[in-house]
Each structure stands twice: as C-alpha cells, then as structure tokens.
C-alpha cells in the first residue's frame, strides 16, 4: 500500500464520505437507509458553520485514494466532540486509526479544549477498544432503535490535559 497521508476535508470529499458511511454501516451493522441522509446532514452543517481555528476534519488516504475520516468539532468552548470516524475495511489493523485519533486529540488538546466525548455505539467493537485504550471512559449507555436496528448507544469522554 502507498504511503499513508492524513490531509484536511473538503467539500469535495462529502459525496465519499457520506456514501462509505452508508454502505459500510449497513454492511458491517445492519443500519438502514437513515443513516447516509444523517451524514449528509452532519458535513453540511459542518461545511457551512464550521470554526477552522478550532474545528476540523481530516481524510487518510493512500495514492489519491481515501481510506478513512476523523472529524473534531465543538460542543462548547471546553468541550470537543469526535465525529465520522471511519476506516475501510482494508485499512484497518494496521495502526491507522491509531494514528488518527491520536491526531484528532492532539489538536483538540492544541487548540485549548479540556475534554473530548464522542457517541457510538456497543457493536462498534473495534472503535470502543481503541478509545479505552487510548484512555476514553464511557459516560453514560443507554438502548435505543434507531437507523433500524436496537443498539447500545455509548457516550464516551476523555480529559485532554
């Protein structure tokens, strides 16, 4: 695999980004067709309001083609939240998501937030192991059905300093 680069999002990569999103949840999870129009929704609202002095997202990628997204964005001036986490299946169990969270946090920490969260959900295995390890806790749980499916939805947090 070519050199791995982690370079900011643009507009541009929103149609990749939203349609990965869709096709690897309901592969790998089950969702339904809600979720893609969520994601839409998520990069819209961020490529229209974003702050880029304390917001950003970033898209791994290998020879021009993308691999991944991580995105950090504001809940309120101490609070960060991480969103669109994603990694091609190919790309996985290689350190990759590793790195790019490593990546988000240090820029949160950088750009003066005290604390990260983010919200996912129990069947995500992969992604809860790497946060706990990487010093996450879990906030809160709580079952609910959405995007078709009765999940565990996980809030989890993280001091950053």
């Known amino acids: ?7 900011l999002f643009q507009a541009e990569d929103a149609p990749w980004l939203t349609e990965r999103h869709g ?63 994603l990694l091609e299946p190919e790309a996985r ?17 950088a750009t003066g937030y005290a604390r990260m969260t983010l919200a996912t959900h129990e069947s995500h295995r992969a992604a809860c192991a790497l946060y706990a390890r990487n010093g996450w806790r879990i906030a809160e749980e709580r079952p609910v059905r959405t995007y078709g499916c009765d999940l565990l939805e996980q809030t989890w947090e993280i001091a950053l300093h």
């Not at 350190?95 to 949160?108: P, T, W, Y």
Request: hydrophobic share 45%; with cysteine.
């Open 1 to 7: 695999m070519d050199e791995i680069t982690l370079r």
């Open 23 to 85: 096709t690897l949840y309901a592969r790998e999870a089950g969702f339904d067709g809600s979720f893609a129009p969520l994601v839409a929704e998520i990069i819209a609202d961020y490529l229209a309001r974003h702050d880029p002095a304390r917001e950003a997202g970033w898209i791994a990628e290998a020879g021009g083609r993308p691999l991944g997204s991580i995105f950090c964005v504001r809940l309120s001036d101490d609070v960060a939240k991480l969103r669109l986490f």
């Open 93 to 109: 169990g290689q350190g990759l998501g590793q790195r790019m969270l490593g990546h988000c946090m240090e820029f949160a920490r």
